[in-house]
């Protein structure tokens, strides 16, 4: 079992989506699936299926202790999904020392989730820094790092970059909402290849499609509805290159330089 950390220091660079959506296709593609929503938004559940925003979840155990296994949920993809649950503003602040005083306390957690070999755990978490974020960060096997093509978020990854490398040693950059005829987002993608230097594995690009959330809207999946688009293509790129990363992950003698820092 390996486990995938989305992250991203920019708010609405596409975290949930990109783990809704790799989730359902790393399913389809045959591979045992669980997704965790680590984020107090408590949204990831409304993009895997559920009508409303799920009462029960994983952030009330942080502090209560109280066992969350009961309350996951299998889609129809079969990906199951661990829900956040709605927990109350009065409880963020123990929340967040229960926390900071256990940084493994989401590794511990997991550790529980039996799955086999090729199972993939992907976690989706709030804006980093964050706590949520940082124990994510501690369980990855492979960090995916999703930023939008703009300045101002690239300039807060390139900031947090050498923390987040320290942290994981297997991090795919994700350029998410890739708009190419402006010039600034071009601007923008070299500034963040310089920033991470020789040696990284190419950063992932995957245009802006309105298709997303009108799919979402309706219930569905843009790479159901429209399997030919660009962003569609993008999205499968994504899954495949994850894929490569997944086998080389648990095959490292097999793959000597495979993983790029
Ligand atoms: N490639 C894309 N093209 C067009 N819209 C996109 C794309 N990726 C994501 N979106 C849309 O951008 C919005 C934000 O996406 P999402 O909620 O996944 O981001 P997030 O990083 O999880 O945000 P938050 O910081 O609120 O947790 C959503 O409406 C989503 O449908
Ligand atoms: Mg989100």
Redesign the pocket.
């Known amino acids: 079992m390996k486990t995938i950390a989305i992250l ?1 220091t920019a ?8 783990t809704a959506g790799l989730a359902v296709l790393l399913a389809r593609r045959g591979r045992p699936v669980v997704a965790v929503d680590f ?1 107090p ?1 408590n ?1 990831l559940g409304t993009l895997l299926g559920l009508d409303e925003l799920p009462a029960s979840g994983i952030g009330a155990a942080i502090t209560t202790d109280v066992p969350w296994h009961a309350h996951t949920w299998r889609n129809d993809d079969g990906v199951l999904f661990v829900p956040y649950g709605d927990v109350p503003l009065a409880t963020l602040p123990s929340t967040s020392r229960r926390l900071a005083e256990e940084p493994g306390w989401l590794a511990g957690s997991l550790a529980s989730i039996d799955l086999p070999a090729q199972g993939v755990v992907l976690i ?1 978490t ?2 980093y820094p964050s706590m949520h974020g940082a124990q994510a960060l501690r369980c990855a096997d492979l960090l995916l790092c ?1 930023t939008p093509p703009e300045p101002g978020a690239l300039a807060t990854l390139v900031r947090h970059l050498p923390a987040l490398r320290a942290a994981c040693d297997h991090t795919l950059f994700v350029l ?2 890739l708009n190419p005829a402006r010039e600034m987002q071009r601007d923008a993608q070299s500034m963040l290849s310089a920033a991470l230097g020789h040696g990284t594995a190419p950063v992932i690009r ?5 298709a ?2 009108e799919a ?1 809207a309706r219930g569905s999946w843009f790479f159901d509805d429209a399997p030919y688009s660009q ?1 569609s293509h993008d999205f499968q790129g994504l899954v495949s290159s994850i894929e490569q990363q997944l086998v080389a992950l648990n095959e490292p003698s097999r793959h000597p330089g495979a993983l790029l820092k």
């Open positions: 991203s708010g609405g660079a596409g975290r949930t989506t990109l984020d938004q949204l989706d709030p804006r999703v998410n909402r995957l245009h802006a499609d309105a997303l959330p979402f962003a």
